[in-house]
């Protein structure tokens, strides 16, 4: 991976990127040496590679950083891990130019896995692209959402935590983060004890390292108050596809 980013770094444009917000609009500086030049809209082109220039820069300082604690037993990750991941600590401006890298590979047979010879098809009637059954007309959306954008998941897949089995609606794949995903979603939020049942599984997550808004992400929905689809396909766009904020 070094390798790759520094052939790929070698690529792109000479000089710095410098963003600034003004009046509500974006403005975008080359900087080479102690001379800084305006760069204009017209060449979005040139301010989209050094922007990936800088993102892929900032990547490779931490796969150097990570080759050094692996190699150093006597120094603790956390006083060299910087503060703040690639994409994070770039200017707003320039993390919306960027292209997040999927670092990470899904081929395992456990993302190819689906349910259709060991799942009761009374309770699971609703089959997937991927081949799954599931259980509501909502959940087959968020699978085939997924399965459409190159996501890996498998359906009701069982993690024990503290001794007990659960069986989340999604377990995800970030190729972006390498970070596994759980995603739940509740579809009967007018049932007091349905509410009851799922706040417990939730607490389980959140015991077990799980955080809202980056690993965990739960959808909710009533009779009278269905989820919109453009909800969920922002939901894995923002958390799925790249590295969350």
Known sequence: MISRLENEISKKPEGVLIAQSTHGKGIFYIRNGKTRKYISDKE????????????????????KIVKEVLSSSFRSLEKLLPEKDAL???????????????????????????????????????????????????????????????????YEMSIVIDGVVYKP???????????FIIWEHFGLMNDPSYIANNAGKLMAYISAGYKFGRNLIFTMEGR???????IILRLIKDYCLNAPF
Not at 44 to 63: G, S, V, W
């Open 88 to 154: 994070t600590s770039l200017h707003p401006l320039k993390r919306e130019l960027i292209t997040p890298l999927k670092l990470f590979s899904s081929n395992n047979p456990r993302w190819d896995r689906t349910n259709a010879k060991t799942v009761d098809k009374k309770t699971h009637p609703y089959e997937t692209r991927k081949g799954d059954f599931v259980r509501s007309k909502i959940e087959m959306i968020i699978a085939d959402f997924l399965f459409n954008l190159g996501v890996p998941y498998v």
């Open 169 to 179: 609606d999604f377990f995800i794949l970030n190729l972006v983060t390498g970070e």
């Open 224 to 230: 009278e108050d269905p989820i919109k689809t453009d």
């Open 44 to 63: 979005i082109k040139k301010i989209t590679a050094m922007a990936q220039k800088e993102y892929m820069e900032k990547l490779l300082r931490d796969f």
